[in-house]
């Protein structure tokens, strides 16, 4: 039994070299994948056989997320909402490793990890893994499409630094006037 484990262990070993030796002319646009948190190299390594080098193929990234299948499709006819908003069939093997990059992304202290808890409170998990893979590949489409652009995480507070904490006053003092109400605020003690 211990024969064969070591077997596969050796089995493993040369197809990751052999991985290694194919990916060496790729090796500035796997570093450049991989700083994207949640990625890693194997998912770098992963990602460019499935997608490519050559981003002009898809004009935004949205074409790239519409190729890959990670854009819910709905259509609306007559103010009806027609579909789930499901996703269809995609690269599997692309899905599969963009969905464990949201995972993992989500387990980390970064814009990205915001984002999936964001999504995950209000619309749940399997929706918040679809839309930080999504965002995973726009930043690839971003860092594929100019080869000097290097990725910059936004930090966990982006979305706490850029929100307008008068909006919600304003927004309700107008809805008073709108019912034909004169509101005048003074500040609690």
Excluded: C
Excluded at 26 to 32: K, L, P
Excluded at 80 to 102: D, E, F, I, P, S
Excluded at 112 to 130: D, N, P
């Amino acid at each position: 039994m211990l024969g064969r484990v070591d077997a596969i262990n050796a089995d493993i070993a040369s197809v990751e070299a052999q991985v290694g030796e194919q990916l060496v002319p790729f090796a500035r646009e796997v570093e450049q994948i991989d700083e994207i948190p949640g990625l890693g190299l194997v998912g770098a390594e992963a990602i460019i056989p499935e997608i490519g080098l050559d981003m002009t193929r898809f004009p935004t990234p949205a074409h790239l997320a519409s190729w890959a299948h990670f854009a819910p499709g709905i259509s609306e006819s007559a103010g009806k909402k027609k579909g789930n908003g499901a996703t269809g069939h995609g690269n599997r093997y692309l899905a599969r490793v963009l969905g464990q990059a949201a995972v993992n992304a989500a387990r980390t202290n970064t814009f990205l990890g915001e984002w999936y808890r964001r999504i995950a409170r209000r619309r749940g998990k399997k929706r918040a893994i679809v839309a930080v893979g999504r965002s995973i590949l726009t930043i690839i489409w971003h860092l594929l499409s100019d080869p000097q652009a290097r990725f910059t995480d936004l930090g966990p507070d982006f979305y706490d630094s850029h929100v307008n904490h008068n909006r919600p006053i304003r927004n309700h003092v107008h809805d008073l006037e709108n019912l034909g109400y004169r509101v005048t605020l003074e500040k609690a003690a």
